[in-house]
């Protein structure tokens, strides 16, 4: 398996779909509970590995890792946190005749492994490409996901925009109901 240096943008998605797995995020409840979860969680990703007994605690571990890079998004700590995480991998190379520049991963590599150079690569490409200011805390006041935005625009303000985003719409839309005033009540 490849992890293509040039697709940082999906490498970035993968991270901030895993770190949008930890229970702090969910009020306690752990999105990648278990073994299948993972498998799930790989697949969904196009992870051509089926994760082994022991995958999951490192999946935690590395999880949390990617969670604080993102939430002190200072460019030399990125950097550094960034380039272990790819050093679990194998060699780059060029691949595709040789059009693409990827990473190619030694046979047998494990999910946790495959992950951790894909947050890897993701972080180093927006570092390179978009700048550091784009790790952030999710702006949903009830909610402590965070994410990598890899928008054109870069205003990106929700860890899962579905869901932040739309609550944050509907908690507005009471709050401007309950201030509304009676009809008739304004002089001007
Ligand atoms: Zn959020």
């Avoid at 697949?43 to 051509?48: G, N």
């Avoid at 995480?85 to 495959?114: C, F, K, M």
């Avoid at 609550?167 to 001007?188: D, L, W």
Wanted: with cysteine.
């Amino acid at each position: 398996m490849q992890v293509a240096l040039d697709d940082y943008a999906w490498a970035a998605g993968v991270a901030t779909d895993l770190v949008n797995t930890a229970p702090e995020v969910w009020r306690g409840e752990d999105k990648l509970p278990d073994l299948a979860s993972l498998a799930a969680f790989a697949e969904l990703h196009s992870i051509p590995v089926a994760p082994r007994t022991g995958d999951l605690r490192a999946v935690h571990r590395l999880r949390a890792t990617v969670r604080d890079l993102i939430g002190h998004p200072d460019p030399a700590h990125l950097i550094d946190g960034a380039s272990a995480l790819t050093a679990r991998a194998g060699a780059v190379t060029l691949v595709d005749d040789p059009t693409r520049w990827a990473v190619s991963l030694r046979p047998g590599t494990s999910v946790p492994d495959v992950l951790s150079v894909i947050c890897g690569v993701g972080a180093l490409g927006v570092v390179h490409t978009l700048g550091a200011e784009r790790f952030r805390a999710c702006s949903a006041p009830t909610c402590r996901g965070t994410f990598i935005d890899t928008t054109r625009p870069g205003r990106r303000r929700y860890c899962m925009p579905a869901l932040c985003g739309n609550r944050v719409n509907v908690a507005n839309h009471r709050a401007r109901k309950t201030s509304a005033q009676p009809p008739g009540f304004h002089n001007a």
